[in-house]
């Protein structure tokens, strides 16, 4: 199994967040994870990838069998989890290229590898643009500055598809993308997947789902998975909305 | 998650001064304490000539009469001008033919701070006078510049073999009554390095100067005379550094540029004297005057200046646009962290037509660290479509530092246009994380942020020193996130 996991309850100054979730992901597999605003998936994404101001508060997560919460961020990173970010950053004067050769070469340096040639670097570059249709051009600016929302998004992946990583979380990357970018980046997202690798699919929407198609799809609603299925769950979601998710969770709570 | 936060700044805000080793030689120290006395044992040491001794009277009396000036951004300490030695050098020393001669332990230390004196061994194209305390020790490459005609040497070599030329412009673009550190400086200059080069000659290598400040309770007060003739070009680079003291070390040093007709000078400081310790004991106190004239039409003057030391840095390199269409450049990036402090920025005088300027001023402040850019923009009445671009960014990193910026703007010319542009931004966790989570560590990741930010400056350094550059910031500034 490449993640596990179990009963993880997480807050943000004395708010609780996650009130323990529980979700098995094997590689190969696609999972969606769907949720009305303010149910805790983005906060799930960033307790994985090991943001500074969520406090574990219990529950355990295993990434390749190993303590994946004892990890620093920069580690789990090298371990292999990959956050593609609701809201990229921009680092002015940080040129993309330099940045991703960094990135690429503190990972290998991670598991003894050496520095990549820029021979190879660069050949690398090439590939990977090519694969996920990212402009060339904004190789060569600096990291996400004045890009369009669109553009920081396809970079997201543009790096998920140099760094390589087993497992990647999508945080709402269809979110604020026009069709054909949406299409884009969800065919570089289908070109990367192998039975290798794993993808942890956050989304508000089952659009995205029409492009990325999951093999799961969990809802997660105040802090907990509530239910979980295959693809059809996702239109069901569509149709319905979330309201009838809700109802069972809030008569069992009181 | 503060807490967090804070034990990284703390950890990096400890990081060690690199350089602050002290070299054991034997020394010529003068006695501590300033008089008329102190200056005719200086002018006697270095057998000057009685034109010179009487220049340094006259900056003694204007020093007399001066008073510490009240503008700055900060509490000037008081500095007990009797309680420092105006003279050292080591013993062996009178004056070398060839590097054989220097002492081992000399070259053994500018070889630990990474400036090999042999020419052999030396960056390819760069020539360097080395100055340990008060006197010069090894200049290189003499022989290929005397090829073109340059002179490059230290000051003290130039009084004798050049003084018609020294005499000529020593004082003439920062006069020794110019302020009270500049005063002090024309008394007592001990030494530093001398640059002509002829009309029409591009000079086929990087000039550059490294200063040492290495015994105690001695002040290094250094003085720099570059010019260039008509049509000529130079570039030089000045780097410093010093040993880690308790007490402050006073380092005021002039710097005198002079660009004729169609000459053109850039000269670029990378300054890392000790800073002092956490608790802001020790450092030096960088009180420097540099100005530069553009004489000659189309004459142009580019400083640019990384500032990672000292404890106290305090000075505006400037330039007086004399000639018409003559231009005048400053790109700084200052940065003060621990309790360091600088007030540092530029002044363009426009005198002559269509004279431009052009300033680019970053200023990194983290720790308890302060930091303020002023600087000053003046167009005289005859200088028709003078033109100023000013841009200056504040980087913030944690939430203990401060960043100040003193445009002052002077125009008595209606066809002046006068841009000016200021930023502020904090390095956010957001960053931090961002850069985290694809794999670089806290400490790489400000290095990338920070050089990121300083690049358009970076930019304009020789290629070496760029590199040299680029890592004595990520040194000096690691992590500190807030």
Redesign the interface.
């Known amino acids: 199994m490449l993640l596990n996991i179990k009963n993880l309850q997480a807050k943000v100054e004395d708010k609780q967040i996650l009130k323990g979730v529980n979700l098995q992901v094997n590689a190969g597999e696609v999972h969606a994870i769907m949720g009305p605003n303010g149910s805790g998936k983005s906060s799930l994404a960033s307790v994985l990838?090991?943001?500074?101001?969520f406090e574990v508060t219990g529950g355990k997560v295993l990434f390749d069998d190993k303590d994946l919460l004892e990890f620093?961020?920069?580690d789990?990173?090298?371990e292999g989890l990959?956050?593609a970010?609701q809201y990229?950053?921009e680092?002015?004067?940080?040129?993309n290229i330099?940045?991703l050769r960094?990135?690429?070469n503190?990972?290998r340096a991670?598991h003894n590898q050496p520095t990549l040639e820029s021979k190879e670097f660069l050949r690398l570059t090439r590939e990977n643009q090519k694969l996920v249709e990212f402009d060339a051009k904004l190789t060569n600016r600096?990291?996400n500055e004045g890009f369009s929302g669109g553009e920081k998004k396809r970079n997201e992946i543009f790096?998920l598809a140099m760094?390589n990583p087993k497992l990647s979380i999508l945080d709402e990357t269809d979110s604020g993308l026009d069709i054909d970018a949406l299409r884009i980046v969800a065919n570089g997202v289908n070109k990367l997947r192998s039975d290798k690798n794993a993808f942890i699919v956050i989304t508000h929407y089952q659009r995205l789902l029409d492009y990325i198609v999951p093999d799961f799809v969990h809802v997660l609603y105040d802090g907990r998975i509530v239910k979980s299925g295959t693809r059809e769950l996702a239109l069901e979601l569509e149709e319905k909305g979330y309201d009838w998710i809700k109802e069972p969770v809030t008569s069992a709570s009181i | 998650m503060a807490n967090k936060s804070d034990d990284i700044l703390e950890e990096y805000s400890s990081k060690e001064y690199e350089y602050g080793f002290v070299t054991n030689i034997e020394m010529e120290i003068a006695p501590k304490g300033l008089s008329e006395e102190t200056i005719h044992y200086i002018s006697a040491k270095k057998q000057e000539p009685q034109w010179l001794l009487d220049w340094r009277l006259k900056g003694y009396h204007s020093f007399l009469k001066a008073e510490d000036p009240h503008w700055q951004n900060f509490d000037l300490p008081k500095v007990d001008f009797q309680g420092i030695s105006y003279y050292a050098a080591p013993k062996s020393s009178a004056k070398f033919k060839s590097i054989d001669e220097v002492d081992p332990e000399l070259i053994a230390t500018f070889e630990k701070l990474g400036i090999p004196l042999s020419e052999q061994k030396i960056l390819a194209g760069v020539a360097v006078d080395a100055v340990f305390d008060s006197v010069s020790v090894a200049t290189t490459f003499k022989a290929t510049l005397k090829e073109h005609g340059i002179i490059f040497s230290s000051i003290s070599e130039a009084v004798k073999e050049h003084p018609e030329l020294v005499q000529k412009y020593l004082g003439s673009v920062v006069p020794h009554s110019d302020n009270i550190y500049a005063s002090l400086n024309s008394a007592v200059f001990s030494d530093g390095s001398f640059v002509y080069i002829p009309k029409g000659v591009r000079c086929p290598m990087e000039l550059s100067t490294y200063f040492r400040i290495n015994t105690e309770n001695t002040g290094q007060f250094e003085r720099t005379l570059i010019i260039a003739d008509e049509g000529s070009y130079v570039s030089y680079l000045e780097g410093c550094t010093a040993p880690k003291r308790d007490e402050n070390q006073l380092h005021a040093a002039v710097v005198e540029l002079i660009a004729m007709e169609n000459a053109e000078i850039k000269y670029s400081t990378v300054q890392n004297w000790y800073p002092g310790d956490k608790e802001g004991n020790g450092g030096i106190y960088n009180f420097v005057t540099k100005r530069g004239v553009c004489r000659g039409a189309n004459a142009k003057i580019s400083w640019t200046q990384v500032e990672t030391g000292s404890a106290i840095t305090w000075k505006y390199p400037s330039v007086i646009l004399q000639g018409d269409n003559s231009s005048g450049e400053f790109y700084s990036v200052a940065v003060t962290k621990g309790k360091q402090i600088a007030d540092t920025g530029t002044k363009m005088h426009h005198i002559g037509k269509n004279t431009k300027s052009r300033i680019i001023s970053k200023g990194i402040s983290a720790g308890e660290g302060q930091n303020s850019y002023r600087g000053l923009v003046q167009v005289g009445t005859r200088a028709d479509n003078a033109r100023n671009f000013t841009q200056c960014d504040s980087l913030l990193i944690g939430d203990r530092c401060g960043a100040h910026t003193f445009p002052y703007i002077e125009s008595k010319n209606s066809t002046a246009t006068i841009e000016h542009e200021a930023t502020t931004s904090k390095i956010g966790e957001d960053q931090i994380f961002y850069l985290n989570q694809r794999g670089i560590d806290t400490e790489k990741a400000v290095a990338l942020i920070v050089n990121g930010y300083a690049k358009e400056v970076l930019n304009q350094l020789p290629m070496e020193f760029a590199v040299e550059a680029q890592k004595l910031l990520s040194i000096s500034l690691e992590g500190s996130v807030g």
């Open positions: 990838a090991g943001r500074e101001n620093s961020p920069e789990r990173a090298r990959f956050l970010f990229p950053v680092i002015p004067g940080v040129s330099n940045f960094t990135a690429l503190e990972i991670y600096s990291l790096q760094l």
